[in-house]
């Protein structure tokens, strides 16, 4: 089962902020959260990832409340290539093996 | 560096017929994870090897296996296929074994689609 809890789809219009919300209320202290999205069938591909801190790279910034139960994508100027279902995740599993367990995640439309 | 490549990218099979995937990873990587992605159940994890052992698994039948070689490219093999094995087939790699509390980004390829008639 997904660990992680996001809207099913949101709309943005071109130009604006994406803000995509995600609950993981029952992540451990020492478990990461990623973010990666999906443009119609090609491999998912990687966005951020955070652990406490707000994060920000070329593509994203990151921001992890202070709980640690959910964190914000934020897509600071959206396009319409960034039209793709986003995945928040974060890892279940032993110290022995882990692994990413994708949920629905969320299918962002960028509108002109 | 070049990316994840997954070959063959199409494949059309028929029931009961048995299928191979193939994985090369990325330079350097040495863990390998399948995932199965269809409509109905969204992306699933099926294996993962580091190695060349399975390291975790997934909640598939055992129809489903894999291995990996010792310059970690990876295949993973489906027999007697059912109809609802149709599905995007996708491998990730990533530098080492996760652990926990260990940061692991996995770089996915592009898929396999499969499709069985």
């Known amino acids: 089962d997904a660990k992680t809890t996001q809207p099913p789809s949101m709309d943005c219009a071109e130009g604006r902020a994406a803000n995509l919300p995600c609950n993981h209320s029952?992540?451990?202290?020492?478990?990461?959260v990623y973010w990666y999205r999906q443009i119609h069938s090609q491999g998912p591909q990687y966005i951020i990832h955070?652990?406490?801190n707000n994060e920000t790279n070329e593509m994203a910034s990151l921001i992890i409340t202070e709980d640690r139960k959910s964190s914000t994508l934020i897509l600071p100027h959206a396009t319409l290539r960034d039209t793709a279902v986003y995945y928040c995740?974060?890892?279940?599993?032993?110290?022995?093996?882990?692994?990413?367990?994708f949920g629905p995640g969320t299918r962002l439309s960028v509108l002109p | 560096k070049a990316g994840v490549t997954q070959t063959p990218r199409y494949l059309i099979k028929t029931r009961g017929q048995q299928v191979t995937l193939s994985c090369s990873p990325i330079?350097?990587?040495?863990?390998v994870s399948w995932y199965q992605q269809t409509p109905g159940q969204g992306l699933q994890f099926l294996f993962e090897?580091?190695?060349?052992?399975?390291?975790n698994k997934g909640n598939f039948p055992g129809r489903f296996s894999g291995r990996q070689f010792s310059n970690s490219r990876s295949e993973m093999n489906v027999s007697t296929l059912e109809l609802g094995d149709s599905a995007l087939y996708l491998c990730?790699?990533?530098?080492?074994?996760?652990?926990?509390?260990?940061?692991?980004?996995?770089?996915f390829g592009p898929g396999t689609r499969l499709t069985v008639l």
């Open positions: 990730a790699s990533s530098l080492a074994f996760r652990l926990a509390g260990a940061y692991n980004e996995q770089f």
């Open positions: 090897y580091f190695s060349e052992t399975q390291r």
């Open positions: 029952t992540i451990s202290g020492n478990e990461y």
């Open positions: 995740i974060v890892r279940v599993g032993s110290n022995y093996g882990q692994n990413f367990v």
């Open positions: 330079s350097g990587h040495r863990s």
């Open positions: 955070g652990l406490k």
